[in-house]
């Protein structure tokens, strides 16, 4: 960025001698100078200065000083969509392992009643009773088996999906550049199944992984699909995955926005405002979307049936009843809801401390211009 600045220009005067004219170059300012004096001190000259010195943006720079007195203004020098970027993964990296083992609990509910029918036990678990099946057959660390695919997985999600969102939210903008309700909307469900397209294969390598006896490794479960299903396997549930995606995140960020928005604005900068917004826009969004990631997850599994959302909802039906298709959801709300809670109030947080910086980083080039220009005045 450049401050504007006057030029210093000969102008001809009615009735008076004229000069040479033209534009000064300031490599011949030191010839000009001469010449003015010279004409000064002979009695028969005239001049009209009006002079501003063209500055770079960089000349107000902050002091290291200045920057260890208000760190903040450091904020500003990190690229914005970087720091957004890299909000959002270590949001989504913190709150999915804090709520793995909950995750781990909600697919086997999920998955129980279609590998149950190999089986020849119970169609259907409970909460309670998932939690002690993990305990007895693998110990504390089965709670957590699967969250390094799902960590791996929500660094590029998370990161693309609140990106995304801010991105696809400005191409939405109306003429008036305001964001109505059904821009929101679509570009929450943009941004949710560009996330998800990009990061599917390692979601059905995470649940393969989770559900499927006699795998170790994330690389084990992956030769074991492109041997005996192919490349094509990676992208099972794909259609449901995309189809349930984009409402839960249209809905969940549109409603935590036009709440946000609808508050006082002491209020919206809060911290207890985000996690009260982002818990209400989780809870509805989840409610009514959880029945399309139980076809999705069923539509993973090795050996599923079902070759289409079409044929899954009345297969899920006629086996496990309606209540069939919410299977897992009290564990998954409770995973869900702190879930997108912290991940979007973080991602709301670091957004204002970028703001601040920027603010901050600007105050303090204002003070170093007003000093230069109070200084340059004094000689």
Not at 128 to 154: D, F, H, S
Not at 177 to 205: F, K, N, Q, Y
Not at 266 to 290: D, I
Request: net charge positive; hydrophobic share 40%.
């Amino acid at each position: 960025m450049r401050s504007n600045r006057a030029m210093l220009v000969w102008r001809d005067l009615p009735s008076l001698e004229p000069s040479q004219s033209g534009f000064i170059e300031p490599a011949n300012e030191e010839q000009w100078r001469n010449r003015w004096l010279n004409n000064c001190g002979g009695g028969g000259g005239f001049a009209c200065v009006s002079l501003a010195e063209k500055r770079e943006e960089r000349d107000f720079a902050p002091t290291k000083a200045q920057l260890l007195k208000h760190p903040l203004a450091l904020v500003a020098y990190v690229p914005r969509d970087a720091a957004l970027f890299a909000a959002g993964a270590i949001a989504g990296v913190a709150a999915k392992t804090v709520t793995a083992p909950l995750d781990r609990i909600k697919l086997l509910m999920q998955t129980h009643g279609l590998r149950a029918g190999h089986e020849g036990v119970k169609k259907g678990i409970g909460f309670i009773e998932a939690i002690t099946m993990i305990g007895k057959q693998e110990g504390i660390k089965g709670y957590w088996k699967g969250n390094l695919p799902q960590v791996i997985r929500i660094i590029p999600y998370s990161a693309v999906q609140l990106f995304a969102y801010d991105t696809y939210k400005k191409l939405f903008r109306g003429k008036d550049g305001e964001l109505s309700v059904i821009g929101r909307l679509a570009a929450g469900a943009c941004a949710g199944m560009t996330s998800t397209l990009v990061t599917h294969p390692l979601d059905v390598l995470r649940l393969r992984l989770v559900v499927e006896p006699g795998y170790q490794t994330m690389s084990e479960v992956a030769l074991n699909m492109l041997r005996d299903e192919g490349i094509a396997s990676f992208y099972k549930g794909l259609g449901p995955s995309l189809i349930g995606i984009a409402p839960y995140i249209a809905v969940n960020f549109c409603i935590f926005d036009l709440v946000k928005k609808s508050l006082p604005e002491k209020y919206q900068k809060r911290t207890e405002t985000s996690l009260a917004t982002a818990l209400l826009s989780a809870t509805l969004a989840t409610l009514t979307c959880y029945p399309l990631d139980t076809v999705r997850r069923q539509m993973q599994m090795k050996g599923t049936p079902y070759k289409s959302v079409l044929d899954a909802f009345p297969g899920i039906v006629e086996r496990d009843g309606l209540l069939g298709l919410y299977r897992g959801f009290v564990p998954n709300a409770l995973k869900t809801l702190p879930n997108s809670s912290i991940r979007l109030t973080t991602f709301d947080a670091v957004k204002r401390l970028i703001t601040s910086g920027e603010k901050v980083l600007q105050r303090i080039m204002e003070e170093n211009r007003k000093k230069s220009e109070n200084s340059d005045s004094t000689i």
